[in-house]
Nanobody, 118 residues
């Protein structure tokens, strides 16, 4: 069973940091590109960051460049999103996603809520 489980969300003050984790199972994680998306209330889902299967290449939305960092540990089947200098516009549900696995289909996690508020 392909599964992605996010953790690490919560309430943080503006300027603070959080690290999200996404644990993968049921497929060969090390050959799958991974992405983090977010969706705020009333807004469309936004691609935040992506990383290639080996971790050698990353991409970021302009809104998070220089503040967020995506990384992965293929030995632990986990992808991370380090979020620094958070602001209220970062408030959203964050989902991890893989567009395709060696099982022939992609997968989404259930999401973790990040709330930035004073």
């Amino acid at each position: 069973q392909v599964q992605l489980v996010e953790s690490g969300g919560g309430l943080v003050q503006p300027g603070g940091s959080l690290r999200l984790s996404c644990a993968a199972s049921g497929f060969t994680f090390s050959v799958s590109a991974m992405r983090w998306y977010r969706q705020a209330p009333g807004k469309e889902r936004e691609l935040v960051a992506s990383i290639t299967s080996g971790g050698g290449s990353t991409n970021y939305a302009e809104s998070v460049k220089g503040r967020f960092a995506i990384s992965r540990d293929n030995a632990k089947n986990t992808v991370y999103l380090q979020m620094n200098r958070l602001n209220t516009e970062d408030t959203a549900v964050y989902h991890c996603h893989t567009p395709r696995t060696d099982r022939g289909f992609g997968a989404w996690g259930q999401g973790t809520q990040v709330t930035v508020s004073s």
